[in-house]
């Protein structure tokens, strides 16, 4: 395939997305980058963080068999000043009202309201969490590329599927394959002129990185969506959105997903209103395609 063709202008290239949002989400989004001392302390803040608020650094370090030069080590890599930083965050997220507690009738009704509860946490963590100048930037080289390769296997493949769908109904020339090898094949003979969008909960799925390390070689730009800071996956992407929900029950996934499919709402949005002739063109063929179907 030639490559001498001019391309546009490529993302910058930034392998850490800022950190922002709530610390809870910020600690558990950074959690499987962090040294073991380092995640013990952060486990201890999510446990219990208003009791946190009330302890000298000492007693932190103590309660996790730290160091205080291991708290104020922590505290720096989730992007805070210092240990006081850290109880005025947790102080002022204390403040916000809490949504109502689980009903302690049964273990059912704890499961259900829990589960719910990590849902709704999520989507209303989410806004302070994304950079709008980086989703723009992204809905703009989603809308002019030559062709979107949409890659997802595992949990992530059903997202990656309707963001296939929801950008082809816009006339984004959108491609959608969760079969690892025809994936890994497709990003591989993507030209400069195109894009890989990639979605991984963990970033660190082998079929996933092997798609986003073919089309980052083939020259395509490279964007991802994913749960977690620091991964592989973000390493290998021009620009990343992080995004995730509480993790609970072994299910981690569940509450991510309704939070990845939000993020998909907002790209496609971004990518309607900056073109809505040409989204209204596209929706009205889809439309006439789908009455063909209907009894």
């Given amino acids: 395939m030639d490559r001498s063709v001019t391309a546009r ?5 930034r392998p850490e997305p800022k950190l922002a949002g709530p610390i809870s989400a910020r600690i558990r989004a950074l959690r499987p980058s962090l040294s073991p001392t380092a995640a013990r302390i952060g486990d201890a803040v999510l446990a219990a963080p208003a009791e946190i608020v ?3 650094v000492t007693d932190l370090a103590d309660r996790t068999g730290t ?6 080590r922590f505290c720096q890599d989730i992007d805070l000043k210092g240990f006081h930083d850290l109880k005025l965050r947790l102080a002022a997220e204390s403040a916000t009202p809490a949504t109502a507690r689980p009903h302690t009738d049964s273990a059912p009704a704890n499961t259900i309201e829990t589960v719910l509860r990590s849902a709704v946490t999520g989507l209303e963590q989410l806004p302070a969490t994304l950079e709008h100048a980086t989703l723009l930037r992204i809905a703009r080289e989603l809308r002019r ?3 979107v390769l949409v890659a997802g296997v595992g949990s992530s493949a059903p997202i990656a599927m309707d963001a296939g769908h929801r950008l082809r109904t816009l006339g984004v020339h959108t491609e959608v394959l969760t079969d690892p090898h025809q994936q890994h094949l497709a990003a591989r003979m993507l030209g400069t002129d195109c894009c890989c969008l990639a979605i ?8 996933t990185l092997t798609a986003l390390r073919a089309a980052r070689d083939a020259g395509a730009l490279t964007i991802g969506l994913t749960s977690y ?5 973000t390493e290998l992407c021009n620009q990343a959105i992080v995004a995730g929900a509480t ?3 072994g299910l981690e996934a569940t509450a991510s997903r309704l939070v990845h499919l939000a993020v ?3 790209l496609v949005a971004l990518v309607t209103d900056l073109d809505p002739a040409a989204a209204a063109q596209a929706e009205q063929l889809y439309t006439d395609a789908v009455a063909a179907h209907r009894v």
């Fill in 229 to 233: 800071h620091r991964s592989p996956f």
């Fill in 67 to 72: 160091s205080v030069g291991s708290v104020v």
């Fill in 264 to 266: 998909i709402d907002v």
């Fill in 54 to 56: 009330s302890l000298t």
């Fill in 247 to 249: 993790e609970l029950h």
């Fill in 145 to 147: 590329a030559a062709r």
């Fill in 200 to 207: 991984s909960h963990t970033g660190q799925t082998q079929e």
């Fill in 9 to 13: 202008p490529a993302l910058d290239h």
